[in-house]
């Protein structure tokens, strides 16, 4: 299959849009971000958000998301494209537990958060994957989950 260097700019609508999947491949290491780098995250965030540049542009670069484009022959998840993350996924992750917790702990609205879903899985992880979908869900489970995801400085 020939590599495309194709590069596109997305927002957090369209990084967590239904009509795309990602997924962690089993070679790609644990989540391991803890406080301070999703701390750092956050302050990058919340300065870019104060920077008369933002304000004037609305726009923010988050960072790089290396991925390749998986064949979804078959797969589960009709329609959508589905992308083998290769670069990024410790702040794809991090992305997505901050959107878990915005529509549980600070009560966004619904309509602020309704375009956001959890399109990001793990291959041969099932206990990120669970606990990524709990925190989505705002559900426990008694199934063992990856307790890196669940004690985040939040």
């Not at 958060?113 to 793990?122: A, E, G, Q, R, V």
Request: charged share 20%; proline share 4%.
């Amino acid at each position: 299959m020939p590599l495309s260097n194709d590069l596109a700019l997305l927002t957090i609508e369209q990084l967590f849009s239904a009509n795309s999947h990602y997924v962690i491949p089993i070679y790609q290491r644990n989540y391991a971000w803890g406080a301070q780098e999703i701390e750092q995250l956050i302050r990058d965030i919340a300065d870019a958000a104060e920077a008369p540049e933002y304000r004037k542009e609305g726009k923010y670069f988050l960072g790089s998301l290396v991925v390749y484009v998986r064949d979804n022959t078959g797969s589960a998840h009709h329609g959508a494209a589905i992308y083998e993350t290769i670069d990024g996924q410790q702040r794809h992750t991090t992305l997505s537990i901050l959107v878990a917790y915005l529509k549980k702990v600070a009560h966004y609205s619904a309509r602020d958060l309704t375009s956001l879903h959890l399109n990001l899985d793990f291959d041969s992880r099932p206990k990120s994957a669970r606990t990524l979908h709990n925190l989505f869900q705002q559900s426990h489970s008694n199934d063992p989950e990856e307790s890196s995801m669940r004690r985040l400085p939040l």
